[in-house]
């Protein structure tokens, strides 16, 4: 239902731009890594246009659209699209399984899963007879453009690749065939952001070098200040510590006066006596020598 309301919908649009202007026809499709696909399409009219007839975009395209069915019908929301000139709205489908994708962009294309790869493929007939065009000259006048996101980096397409996703701009009148190979699974970072919410990104300011250099100087300045405070306040202190009682000169020792000294007191055997001088042994007393005795030895006896 959607493949021939897209397509009666740029047939339409082929046989009124000679008097309308210029329409792109977007088709969007976002792979998931659980084999599941949302799609979406975009119907624009270019503001030259716009400003020319004082129409605004919802009128031409329900222009376009009338007796076609409301492309809005089956979509989950719609939003506004602005964007390289054009000004109209996407229009944003169900999600649905990796087999239902040509049937929701109305277009025959094919993604299949190989491994952890997915694998587009399709042709997108352009010709005036899939469009019913009655004007070669008008033909020139519709912009398509198709868009396919992957979960992972883009590994090979005839696209043009930017990032995970892949657009093609096929040239209308033609048949264009369309591959891509991409990774049907999301980095782990990208998978934990998802889980978690989108975090802020912080920007942190950069410092300039000069500033760096002013602030390592005035550091080194404030230690070498810190240093010297320190230094005299370790001098000044020393300098107030009392003497150790070591180092205090000893006064010299006055002889006793004459008429104190006395002499010390002898005990028998020459040890002092705290009563004084004891009188001498009898048998320490010397005998007076008899004349008449003669001498003996030895002597005394």
């Excluded at 019908?73 to 994708?101: H, I, M, S």
């Excluded at 033909?139 to 883009?154: Q, W, Y």
């Excluded at 006395?262 to 002092?272: H, R, S």
């Amino acid at each position: 239902m959607i493949r021939s309301r897209l397509v009666a919908v740029a047939t339409l649009a082929v046989l009124t731009l000679t008097l309308s202007g210029c329409v792109r026809m977007g088709v969007e499709v976002e792979l998931k890594p659980n084999d599941m696909a949302v799609s979406s399409v975009v119907l624009a009219v270019e503001d030259k246009y716009l400003d020319q007839t004082g129409q605004s975009p919802d009128a031409v395209i329900d222009t376009l659209t009338e007796g076609q069915g409301d492309p809005a019908e089956d979509a989950v929301r719609t939003e506004d699209f602005e964007q390289d000139g054009y000004t109209g709205t996407r229009y944003v489908y169900p999600k649905a399984k990796l087999g239902g994708v040509g049937a929701r962009v109305g277009w025959p294309i094919e993604v299949v899963r190989t491994g952890g790869d997915y694998v587009v493929s399709g042709t997108l007939d352009l010709t005036e007879e899939s469009l019913g065009s009655r004007g070669g000259s008008s033909v020139d006048n519709l912009s398509v453009t198709v868009d396919i996101t992957f979960p992972g980096k883009v590994k090979d397409s005839n696209g043009t690749i930017d990032g995970n996703s892949v657009r093609w701009e096929p040239t209308v009148g033609e048949a264009v065939e369309i591959s891509a190979r991409g990774s049907a699974v999301a980095p782990p970072e990208q998978g934990a952001e998802e889980a978690a919410g989108a975090s802020e990104v912080v920007t942190l300011p950069v410092v300039p070098e000069w500033m760096v250099l002013v602030l390592g100087l005035s550091g080194l300045i404030i230690l070498l200040l810190i240093g010297v405070i320190v230094w005299q306040a370790m001098l000044r202190v020393r300098d107030r510590r009392p003497e150790v009682a070591g180092d205090a000169p000893v006064p010299p020792q006055q002889a006793p006066h004459p008429a104190l000294a006395q002499p010390a007191p002898q005990q028998y055997g020459g040890v002092p006596s705290p009563y004084g001088a004891a009188p001498p042994h009898p048998q320490e007393q010397p005998t007076p020598g008899d004349p008449s005795r003669p001498p003996s030895f030895p002597p005394g006896y």
